[in-house]
T-cell receptor, first 112, second 114 residues
Framework: DAKTTQPPSMDCAEGRAANLPCNHS???????VYWYRQIHSQGPQYIIH???NNETNEMASLIITEDRKSSTLILPHATLRDTAVYYC?????????????FGGGTRLMVKP | DAGVIQSPRHEVTEMGQEVTLRCKPISGHDYLFWYRQTMMRGLELLIYFNNNVPIDDSGMPEDRFSAKMPNASFSTLKIQPSEPRDSAVYFC????????????FGPGTRLTVL
């Protein structure tokens, strides 16, 4: 599986956009980019995933570069409740033998 | 749907005792996963089931750990005998269809072994 690199921590002002980067320079053509987050004392929560097109849902937007070697998760209007550890995971979606492997993630602190 | 349900939420036990953690997956999901999270090792996959059958248990740390899924709505993770280094938060997750589709996590069980 492609390895991901994320900054260990980031700060964001409440109400501003939070842009969380992820590098996955060894990603393969059939590997998807997944984002999960874990709020303190809770289980991880799925946010969004994509293959090569940009994706948007009610929680966030995912921007994947054209060469697919990096991506950015965007929380358009961060709130204090978005303070969490955000995990970027690269996985083959159709291979039944491959699971989610969580790295260190980015600890996002949203400040008032 | 109530989501993935885990019990107990907190467990404190003494070294050498048997510990049983329980999980009820989301109805209709056919994959179930057990994870362990510690400060040192982060979030690790222990074992996963497909249609109640264990598929990959390579993450189970030792023979002291065992997991079962007797039916589609219930799974257990047992540690016997427990040791202080087993102290961690144990999460159960379930997903529909393929295992790499969206996984829904339970609230976790915080285990402390004294």
């Amino acid at each position: 599986d492609a390895k991901t690199t994320q900054p260990p921590s980031m700060d964001c002002a409440e109400g501003r956009a939070a842009n969380l980067p992820c590098n996955h320079s060894t990603i393969s053509g059939n590997e998807y980019v997944y984002w999960y987050r874990q709020i303190h004392s809770q289980g991880p929560q799925y946010i969004i995933h994509g293959l090569k097109n940009n994706e948007t849902n009610e929680m966030a937007s995912l921007i994947i570069t054209e060469d697919r070697k990096s991506s950015t998760l965007i929380l358009p209007h961060a709130t204090l409740r978005d303070t969490a550890v955000y995990y970027c995971i690269v996985r083959v979606r159709d291979n039944a033998g491959n699971m989610l492997t969580f790295g260190g993630g980015t600890r996002l602190m949203v400040k008032p | 749907d109530a989501g993935v349900i885990q019990s107990p939420r907190h467990e404190v036990t003494e070294m050498g005792q048997e510990v049983t953690l329980r999980c009820k997956p989301i109805s209709g999901h056919d994959y179930l996963f057990w994870y362990r999270q510690t400060m040192m090792r982060g979030l690790e996959l222990l074992i996963y089931f497909n249609n109640n059958v264990p598929i990959d248990d390579s993450g189970m740390p030792e023979d002291r750990f065992s997991a079962k899924m007797p039916n589609a709505s219930f799974s257990t993770l047992k540690i016997q005998p427990s040791e202080p280094r087993d102290s961690a938060v144990y999460f159960c997750a379930s997903s529909f269809l393929r295992p790499t589709d969206t996984q829904y996590f339970g609230p976790g069980t915080r285990l402390t072994v004294l």
